[in-house]
């Protein structure tokens, strides 16, 4: 079955530690998304990917990287230089036509020790 | 700019009795809408979804929706709900923005708590 494979479920991390959060989509989904998830302040875009080798700033991108290098996979590193990165962190894959809506990975639950 | 309003973030109903979940959105162009559903520790998955045509949409679950334009709302609704309905409910609109890119917005989320 098709589907988005986040890795791993759950995740610690000391202060100060670069830490990557996979994301593998076998949909052929152009486009990828991640989102963060905070209690009381349901889901907000960090980072986008249309295409391969091109992904653009979502509105909390500070403190994050990514790259695109393929269709399949969209990998978000959480630098040192994000404060408070304690969080759930939602990978999504759509075709390029919003018409189908989100498919969601199951999730990355990042907590800082 | 567009933005979504869930107007409530915990709502208690008991078994078999009908639910509503209120949403409200706001976008200077024509719009997109969904509800998705979050389990605990789960991703979100899409429930429904109003593109065009009729504006009740009925999705998964037995639940579903009526876009509303003039008042700007995209209520969700089932009629009889039951114990595994018990989890929280985004609403989402997707618009166009200036970038020529399909932005999308969720509300933050509305809690559905069962009781037996």
């Known amino acids: 079955d098709g589907g988005i494979t986040q890795s791993p479920k759950y995740l610690f991390r000391k202060e100060g530690q670069n830490v990557t959060l996979s994301c593998e989509q076998n949909?052929?989904?152009?486009?990828m998304y991640w989102y963060r998830q905070d209690p009381g302040q349901g889901l907000r875009l960090i980072y986008y990917?249309?295409?391969?080798?091109?992904?653009q700033k979502g509105d909390i991108a500070e403190g994050y990287s990514v790259s695109r290098e393929k269709k399949e996979s969209f990998p978000l590193t959480v630098t040192s230089a994000q404060k408070n990165p304690t969080a759930f962190y939602l990978c999504a894959s759509r075709v390029q036509s919003p018409l189908g809506g989100y498919t969601f990975g199951s999730g990355t639950r990042l907590t800082v020790v | 700019a567009q933005s979504v309003t869930q107007l409530d973030s915990q709502v208690p109903v008991f078994e078999e009795a009908p639910v509503e979940l209120r949403c409200n959105y706001s976008s200077s162009v024509s719009v997109y809408l969904f509800w998705y559903v979050q389990y605990p520790n789960q991703g979100l998955q899409l429930l429904l979804k109003y593109l065009s045509g009729s504006t009740l949409v009925k999705g998964i679950n037995g639940f579903e929706a009526e876009f509303n334009k003039s008042q700007t709302s995209f209520h969700l609704r089932k009629p009889s709900v039951h114990i595994s309905d018990t989890a929280e409910y985004f609403c989402a609109v997707s618009a166009m923005n200036s970038g020529g890119y399909q932005k999308v917005t969720f509300g933050i989320g509305t809690k559905l708590q069962v009781i037996p």
């Open positions: 990917s249309q295409i391969v080798n091109d992904f």
């Open positions: 949909l052929n989904h152009d486009a």
